[in-house]
């Protein structure tokens, strides 16, 4: 059975589509049928997410009258298609930019090495813990050869409160040590060189280069760990490939505040036992991933 078209009265398709078009729609089956098959064609590039090269044909040339095949590479920018995670972590990045404006490192400090002792002391232990140590802590121990030539059981009795304490003291020592002999005293602003220092991981070095050095830098703590893994962001496990994905998902300038944010998100709201996921305004967005 032949269908007629509204407009060209000249169609053969019998689809449903055709038929409710018909019935519904001035537009042409050739109209309907270039826009079928452009939706494919979009959808298949969508769910690769991935850069293609292009074959364009060209008109014939005066001296001939084949058609020559050119392989072209477009310009990255115009070949990029979308990917649903990156689009779900940029509105992410939006949500929480809008709910923290203000976030911030919540450890006190006032130059590059106190951050950096600071954050020693922040594993395994509360930033307002910490915060209760350091200022007695710093008056003591001024400055990087104080803390280098400190007696260690008087280092270890002033920060015993943190918790593994001489692991701590010992790891601060060194690394103040390394900075006088190293360094002329003064925290290298490089991750490679920050790596290098005893005690310090990426972690650690992302806060100082974040903080200190305004250079881009993604903290994966416990509770940007958890959130990227219930946001659907990431399905790592381990700190440093859970960095790498959300680094390839977000703009280089938004990776210090977005893991202020998180930090923020997962103290207020996306907590670790109990997530307030009605009160949460990323619940829209959010594929609650392991939250029951
Ligand atoms: S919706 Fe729930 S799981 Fe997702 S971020 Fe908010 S509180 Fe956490």
Not at 13 to 36: F, K, V
Not at 101 to 121: F, G, M
Not at 128 to 141: E, W
Not at 211 to 234: A, F, Q
Request: overall charge positive; glycine content about 6%; proline content about 6%.
């Amino acid at each position: 059975m032949r269908g007629a078209c509204f407009v060209e009265n000249v169609c053969v398709c019998l689809c449903d589509l055709c038929a409710s078009a018909r019935n519904s729609s001035g537009s042409s089956c050739a109209q309907r049928r270039r826009g079928r098959r452009e939706t494919r064609k979009k959808g298949f590039l969508q769910s690769k997410g991935r850069f293609y090269p292009l074959l364009l044909t060209l008109p014939p040339f005066s001296d001939g009258f084949r058609f020559t095949f050119l392989p072209v590479v477009l310009p990255l920018s115009l070949m990029k298609t979308s990917n649903p995670v990156r689009t779900r972590a940029r509105r992410i990045v939006r949500l929480l930019a809008g709910q923290y404006p203000d976030a911030h490192c919540a450890l006190h400090y006032e130059n590059p090495l106190q951050l950096l002792v600071a954050t020693i002391l922040s594993a395994q232990c509360t930033d307002a813990r910490v915060n209760q140590v350091t200022p007695g802590l710093f008056a003591r121990f001024p400055d990087v050869k104080a803390f280098a030539t400190a007696d260690p059981h008087v280092l270890e009795a002033a920060i015993q409160s943190t918790g593994f304490f001489r692991n701590k003291a010992r790891n601060i020592q060194e690394c103040c040590k390394q900075l006088v002999h190293q360094y002329q005293g003064q925290v290298p602003n490089t991750m490679e060189d920050l790596v290098q220092l005893p005690g310090i991981g990426r972690k650690t070095a992302n806060v100082i280069l974040g903080n200190v050095y305004d250079e881009p830098g993604i903290t994966v703590d416990t509770h940007v760990k958890r959130l990227s893994g219930r946001m659907g962001l990431t399905t790592e496990t381990d700190p440093e490939k859970i960095e790498r994905d959300l680094m390839r998902l977000l703009p280089k300038k938004d990776w210090t505040m977005f893991s202020h944010r998180m930090i923020f998100h997962g103290r207020q709201v996306c907590a670790a036992r109990k997530p307030n996921c009605a009160a949460c305004t990323l619940a829209k967005v959010c594929p609650k991933v392991g939250v029951e």
